[in-house]
């Protein structure tokens, strides 16, 4: 059988715990003290420790410097109260969540039905490590460049933690297949994993799709309806291109990462949420909180542990070996074994992707279809025009000193539409934003006739 450990000076908390453990299938025992709490380890390792982090003597947290003692035992930090640096402070330490008193039964059951040795899942990391090294795969992703083994060491961090984490990347590099990853390698993979693209909802229905709302809270309203942090209870939430998501909204938004509750539109009843959130952008955060898309606070919240993925281009090692892995997947769909020529290959290498990895995949489909034989020659790939790292000369955007960052964004996305003829997917592709992103900020620049004053235009 399970058994925690709870190790809290406050006898009311720690009797309550022990109760609500036990009622879980778990037995229980107690610590009030730092010295009580090392003898009990010393004589068996439980499988999880409620560690209160202050003590009659010392820190809960000086627990962490004995290694051998926690080396198999999942520690969920208690604490009086939330902060940023609490989950910092969490995840430096090594523990794979957190409670705030008074501690709600709810989150306690939650994490209870997580329970995970460490052993257990450091042993399947070690697992995707071999599996790197023999193949260039780690779980769903692909790559063996330096930037990427980086990528997957973050992953193999963060994964077993409650931690939000901002994944910042340009559009086609693969953001959510890192968010499910986080997910598929964490004690809340039996839960789902549920993803939500901010720029491809109408800014009025955001609000209901996240949070949900009652029958009858506005027109159109005909029943309940359950918002994403509802169906994704006891799992993982993704949030793709969060700076998106209208002002009003993100401040709704901070507030469940900061109490763990919400409203549904429409109701005063509170909420609980046992959510955990990824967040992802392709922007620069930093200046989207200076453009004024992302709230600075909201943005301390999301990025208490950011991965950054690298685009194609910074990655040229790995184009073949992306490129092979989407044949081949294509080969087992269509029946039909195919091979791309040496020229094909030398082509790929020397294009800068703006498309990344997704652009890839695209190119490989079409030159599959398209070619006759069992040899894919370098004739087949569609590739952009002038996006070769060798490449021509390209138009240049001449910016005045002083012109707002809001403008300089819409000069760039109208000079760049002009560049492309009017096609809106390369367009979107060479800026690194969705389809759906470059048509939503076409619309809010007012339609696609309007054009950028002269003076600003692509010299």
Known sequence: MSHALIVDDDSDTAEMLAELVASQGFTASTARTMRDARRQLATSAPDVVFLDLVLPDGKGTELFNDKAAL????????????????????????????????????????????????????????????????????????????????????????????????????????????????????????????????????????????????KGSFTGANRQHLGFFERAHGGTLFLDE???????????????????????????????????????????????????????????????????????????EDIALLADHFLAEICKEEGKEKRLSKSAYERMNEYDWPGNVRELRNVVQRAYVMASGATISDEWLELQAGRSSAGNAESILSVRIGTTLADVERDLVFATLEHFEGHKERTAAALGVSLKTLYNRLKEYGGEGNQPPKERRAA
């Open 242 to 316: 969060v700076t998106e998501m209208p002002p009003d909204l993100q401040v709704k938004l901070l507030r469940v990462l900061e109490t763990g509750t919400f409203n549904r539109v429409g109701s005063t009843e509170t909420q609980r949420a046992d959510v955990r959130v990824l967040g992802a952008t392709n922007r620069v955060p930093e200046r989207a909180v200076v453009d004024g898309k992302l709230r600075e606070d909201l943005l301390y919240r999301l990025n208490v542990f950011p991965i950054r993925l690298p685009p194609l281009r910074e990655r040229r």
């Open 71 to 214: 080396a198999d035992t999942e520690v969920v930090l208690i604490t009086g109260h939330a902060s940023l640096e609490t989950s910092i402070e969490a995840l430096r330490l090594g523990a794979t969540d957190y409670l705030i008193k008074p501690v709600s039964p709810g989150q306690v059951q939650g994490i209870l039905a997580r329970v995970m040795r460490p052993g257990q899942l450091q042993a399947e990391i070690s697992d995707l490590r071999v599996e790197l090294d023999r193949s260039g795969r780690f779980g769903d992703m692909w790559g063996g460049s330096p930037s990427m083994k980086r990528v997957y060491e973050q992953v193999s961090r963060v994964a077993a933690t409650a931690v939000t984490v901002l994944i910042q990347g340009e559009s086609g590099t693969g953001k959510e297949l890192v968010a499910q990853t986080i997910h598929s390698l964490s004690r809340r993979r039996s839960r789902p994993f549920l993803a939500i693209n901010c720029g491809a909802i109408s800014p009025h229905l955001m609000e209901s799709e996240i949070f949900g709302h009652e």
